[in-house]
Every structure is written in structure tokens, then in C-alpha cells.
């Protein structure tokens, strides 16, 4: 059976990054990584889409509860991204301010970071 899926090769002219629930009290669950070399790799990973110029989203959930709040360094690399503080949502996707500010884009290749991934970035559910 034939496919008519064609491969595109990533391109800084069509992604955006989406940078999930890079918070204080989620960062400390990661067990794969120190907390310090995971938080290092995800400012890493926004120097990348800043060099590039992508546009780029940040989001929290939950963020006055345990999740805590978003790294203060993100804010302070993208201060004029949009940034959605989402109060109910665990899934990024079911936020319709996040949706939106991504289909705002207008680019259809996404770098999604997140730390629970399993759950906070799994879901994408919006059209092409």
C-alpha cells in the first residue's frame, strides 16, 4: 500500500516553538535528568528557537498550585511571546487561548518542549 505522506525537512521559515509547562514544581519531578541539567537543556532548546527567530509560545498550568510558576529565564528570553497561564487545563491543546495563539502562527511545523509529555503535549487536536 502506497503513501502519500512526503517528508519535509524541518525549516525556520514554517516552525514555531511551544515551550509546556516548563515549571518549578514539575522540573523537580523529572527523574531521567537533575533538575538543573533538565531546566539547562530546555534553555537550550529557546536559545535554539530564539536564534532562529521562530515564533514562540509559552504556557503553565496550574501554575498558582503545585506545578509552580514558568522558569523566570523563558520570560525573560521571549518577554514579548504570547504566554498562557492555563488555570484547568493539563492538556495544552484542550486550551482554546493556546490553540489559538498557535494557529496565529501560521506555521505548520511545531517544536512542542514540554515535561510531562505523556499528558501536556500529546494531544495535538486542532486541523492541519
Known amino acids: 500500500m502506497a503513501s502519500n505522506y512526503q517528508y ?14 516548563h515549571q518549578s514544581g514539575l522540573i523537580s ?6 533538575p538543573s541539567e533538565f531546566k539547562n ?10 536564534y ?23 520570560k525573560e528570553m521571549f518577554p514579548k511571546a504570547p504566554y498562557i497561564a492555563r488555570p484547568g487545563n493539563i492538556n495544552a491543546w484542550d486550551n482554546e ?3 489559538n495563539a498557535v494557529k ?4 505548520k511545523q511545531l517544536i ?3 515535561v510531562v509529555t505523556e ?8 486541523g492541519d
Open 41 to 50: 537543556n530546555v534553555l537550550a532548546v529557546a536559545a535554539c528557537g530564539q
Open 97 to 99: 487561548d493556546f490553540v
Open 112 to 114: 512542542i518542549a514540554g
Open 104 to 107: 496565529k502562527t501560521g506555521r
Open 119 to 126: 499528558v501536556c503535549v500529546a494531544f495535538r487536536s486542532f
Open 8 to 21: 519535509n525537512r524541518l525549516s525556520k521559515d514554517d516552525a514555531a516553538l511551544l515551550l509546556v509547562d
Open 29 to 34: 519531578v523529572v527523574q531521567d535528568f537533575e
Open 52 to 74: 532562529f527567530n521562530l515564533p514562540t509560545i509559552l504556557t503553565t498550568s496550574f501554575e498558582d498550585g503545585p506545578n509552580g510558576p514558568l522558569v523566570p529565564e523563558l
